[in-house]
């Protein structure tokens, strides 16, 4: 007997891969589409969707796709780590194009035309940016002009942003003002309340054609939410595993306890979003006595408080989520090994280990950088603080100086 006979099921209910066909809507996704859909009835429609990972923005876009009129051509941009030229290649690639080798100005001009063809032919044209998060400030400032493409009487290019909640800060910085202020509507998908994602647990049951009302208890929906903070994406691998896991024992119900087997199969801790647990690291003891032999100090920093305090020697030191990292951050922004500060007598240079998300200086992503006294170097969330212990020796041994010619 297979998994989904087991469980009198017609198809997976819990895959992971996006599917129009299972979409819950929530209020809040029923709105965040109300926006997308915007963009076809108004001309100079520019929207901003983001949302945390696995919070449904992929499933939402697909669906928003699914349901256009034959009147409207669209573009998906997924691959965002592109500089300004490569973007617009990308741009006219989906639109039907072979536009390389062809330089800038040429690579406009056709995307101009194309846009007045379709227009003059009564068509509506939208540009979709998924994972836009990744996007530099030169390629946001291309979609600003691009936006601004427009006939005599009004737009030509209807624009969606879809990323992650890193797209909110970067549209925030003063060197995006101008594409700001083009945005019509923006909205944040959060979490699924504790009720919404029952309701999106049930839904999803229905549609896989379970006939079995109760087939998870009572008590396993806190425990789902709980380990998932209503995450769509991490309910749906905690459901599918408990459903594996009960198909392997027999049971023809979940409990709370499957789930928290389950949890702990899967070797999860409960989600930072319903117990904080992870939203802040422990507070460090700073040795009282800092050895002469440290040569670089590390401040850990969150919402602009200090949560932890580092002193190295020379040597290398790693930055990661996992546990065995000298400099420990527990967030779902940040690489199991992130990246590496490198210390010596001649200073302390910072290097990304081809992270996910990247680390910043200034907001302007960096691979590897010599650092000097008070440099910030932004980790997802956080802030490593630079501080050059070289130079307070220094301070110290001239103030010495000092003290022994005055007392002379």
């Given amino acids: ?58 499933t939402l876009l697909q669906s928003f796709l699914s349901e256009l009129e034959d009147d409207v051509v669209y573009a998906v941009v997924s691959q965002t780590q592109l500089n300004a030229t490569q973007f617009l290649q990308a741009v006219l690639t989906e639109f039907g194009f072979k536009p390389f080798n062809k330089k800038k ?12 063809e ?6 509506k044209v939208i540009l979709i940016v998924d994972e836009a998060q ?3 400030t030169k390629v946001l400032e291309e979609i600003r002009m691009l936006s601004g493409i427009e006939t005599t009487s009004e737009k030509v290019l209807r624009i969606i942003l879809a990323g992650q909640p890193e797209l909110k800060g970067k549209l925030d910085s003063d060197r995006l003002k101008q594409l700001v202020q083009r945005v019509r509507l923006r909205f944040h998908l959060g979490a699924l309340s504790s009720d919404d994602m029952r309701e999106y647990v049930e839904h ?17 929906f806190p425990v789902i939410y709980r380990y998932s903070g209503g995450v769509p994406r991490l309910v749906n691998t905690i459901c599918d595993s408990a459903l594996l896991v009960g198909f392997a ?29 992870h939203r802040i690291l422990p507070k460090l003891v700073v040795p009282a006595q800092v050895s002469d ?12 408080k200090v949560i932890a305090d580092y002193h190295f020697e020379a040597g290398r030191v790693i930055v990661g989520r996992s546990p065995d990292n000298e400099i420990y951050i527990d967030s779902k922004y940040i ?44 980790v997802g969330i956080h802030e490593l603080v630079y501080h050059d212990l070289r130079d307070a020796d220094e301070d110290e041994e001239s103030d010495e100086d000092d003290s022994i010619i005055q007392e002379a």
């Fill in 1 to 58: 007997m297979s998994y989904l006979e087991h469980y009198k099921l017609e198809k997976p209910p819990f895959g992971l891969t996006p599917d129009p066909e299972f979409v819950y809507w929530s209020k809040q996704h029923a709105r965040a589409k109300a926006y997308m859909e915007s963009t076809i009835w108004l001309s100079d429609g520019f929207v901003v969707i983001t949302g945390e990972i696995g919070s449904g923005k992929t």
């Fill in 249 to 277: 024992d027999e049971k023809t119900h979940i409990s709370g306890d499957d789930i928290e087997a389950t949890a702990a199969e899967l070797d999860w801790q409960e989600h930072e979003d319903t117990t904080g647990a």
């Fill in 204 to 220: 999803r049951l229905r549609i896989a054609g379970c006939e079995e009302a109760n087939l998870f208890d009572e008590n396993a």
């Fill in 335 to 378: 690489s199991r090994h992130h990246a590496q500060l490198v210390s010596s007598e001649s200073g302390c240079m910072v290097e990304d280990l081809n992270s996910t998300n990247g680390i910043f200086m200034d907001e302007t992503a960096i691979k590897r950088r010599n650092l000097v006294d008070g440099d910030i170097v932004s």
């Fill in 134 to 136: 990744n996007l530099g």
């Fill in 105 to 116: 100005v040429e690579l406009l001009d056709m995307l101009n035309m194309f846009l007045i």
């Fill in 293 to 304: 032999d440290y040569l670089t100090r590390i401040e850990v920093r969150m919402e602009g």
């Fill in 118 to 123: 379709q227009y003059a032919a009564g068509k």
